[in-house]
């Protein structure tokens, strides 16, 4: 079955840390960029960073640069999110992205989603 199956995540307390992890079933994720997204009940899914499939080249939205880091290991087929420096409002649950084009056709393709708590 096609399908990108997230794990880590939990509590963690602030100025902690926890990497998110995020592996691909039924294709190679290499052959795509890569996006981490989050959302807090209410408020719409924003993206966190995404990661180029080219040239590996990386990005972040302003509130986590410096804390946070993309990365990819492409012979685990496995996408990574490591958070350091957590702060509260980083608490909400992540999911990671993409999407593929197989055969002509072009597909999105999204994590289950992994709770971040950060608390004290």
């Known amino acids: 079955q096609v399908q990108l199956v997230q794990s880590g995540g939990g509590l963690v307390q602030p100025g902690g840390s926890l990497i998110l992890s995020c592996t691909a079933y039924g294709f190679t994720l290499d052959h795509y960029s890569i996006a981490w997204f989050r959302q807090v009940p209410g408020k719409e899914r924003e993206g966190v960073s995404c990661?180029?499939?080219?040239?590996?080249?990386?990005d972040y939205r302003d509130p986590v640069k410096g804390r946070f880091t993309i990365s990819r290991d492409n012979a685990k087929n496995t996408a990574y999110l490591q958070m350091n420096s957590l702060k509260p409002e980083d608490t909400a649950t992540y999911y990671c992205?993409?999407?593929?084009?197989?055969?002509?056709?072009?597909?999105?393709?999204w994590g289950q989603g992994t709770q971040v708590t950060v608390s004290s």
């Open positions: 992205y993409t999407k593929t084009l197989r055969f002509g056709v072009s597909t999105e393709y």
């Open positions: 990661i180029n499939n080219s040239d590996g080249s990386a």
